[in-house]
T-cell receptor, first 112, second 111 residues
Framework: DQQVKQNSPSLSVQEGRISILNCDYT??????FLWYKKYPAEGPTFLIS?????DKNEDGRFTVFLNKSAKHLSLHIVPSQPGDSAVYFC???????????FGTGTRLLVSP | DTAVSQTPKYLVTQMGNDKSIKCEQN?????MYWYKQDSKKFLKIMFS???????INETVPNRFSPKSPDKAHLNLHINSLELGDSAVYFC??????????FGPGTRLTVL
């Protein structure tokens, strides 16, 4: 039972444009959401997070939007850069609990 | 000065063997984890230790045994390796239930 889903396995974007990565979850107990970025042969790196009391969190070029009623979140990268090319994992948890549930990832390719 | 380190990075072994993967974190965190990323790239938690006590134990064959000698170390021992154990294993750490920091991964190949 996959509680966190990333339905797009890959996304190609041109440099300077916006990248939008999507994530859906099914467990209504989740109240904290994270995005991780992963380069080949490296471990995932924490990027940005959002708690369910907010609907938006911004950090530089990265913004995460949360739509609780739709159980959907998205990561916007503006402007996209070639160095952003990586696999992006969405993850969800309950605040105060350690267990993270990951999606299957979306491979982003930003071309010059 | 790597925050979360794992050894070895690559491990190739025969079916039936016993092997260990070591993990160390120098972040002063109190919680450590083992994750498995399978061939479908699905990253799934296996175990978690908080202050050397097991707090998460997912449905994992009992051939897998984690051991935490102290807060900074969490090792994973695997007995009687099977083909299906081939995967990338990631160690991670966090302070309580905050953001997790991952190691570089250990690619295990069972022949």
């Amino acid at each position: 039972d996959q509680q966190v889903k990333q339905n797009s396995p890959s996304l190609s974007v041109q440099e300077g444009r916006i990248s939008i990565l999507n994530c859906d979850y099914t467990n209504s107990m989740f109240d904290y959401f994270l995005w991780y970025k992963k380069y080949p042969a490296e471990g995932p790196t924490f990027l940005i997070s959002i708690s369910s009391i907010k609907d938006k969190n911004e950090d530089g070029r990265f913004t995460v939007f949360l739509n609780k009623s739709a159980k959907h979140l998205s990561l916007h990268i503006v402007p996209s850069q070639p160095g952003d090319s990586a696999v992006y994992f969405c993850a969800a948890k309950r605040i105060g609990f350690q267990k993270l549930v990951f999606g299957t990832g979306t491979r982003l390719l930003v071309s010059p | 000065d790597t925050a979360v380190s794992q050894t070895p990075k690559y491990l190739v072994t025969q079916m039936g063997n016993d092997k260990s993967i070591k993990c160390e974190q120098n972040l002063g965190h109190d919680t450590m984890y083992w994750y498995k990323q399978d061939s479908k790239k699905f990253l799934k938690i296996m175990f978690s230790y908080n202050n050397k006590e097991l707090i998460i134990n997912e449905t994992v064959p009992n051939r897998f045994s984690p051991k935490s000698p102290d807060k900074a170390h969490l090792n994973l021992h695997i007995n009687s390796l099977e083909l299906g154990d081939s995967a990338v294993y990631f160690c991670a750490s966090s302070q309580a239930a905050n953001e997790q920091f991952f190691g570089p991964g250990t690619r295990l190949t069972v022949l």
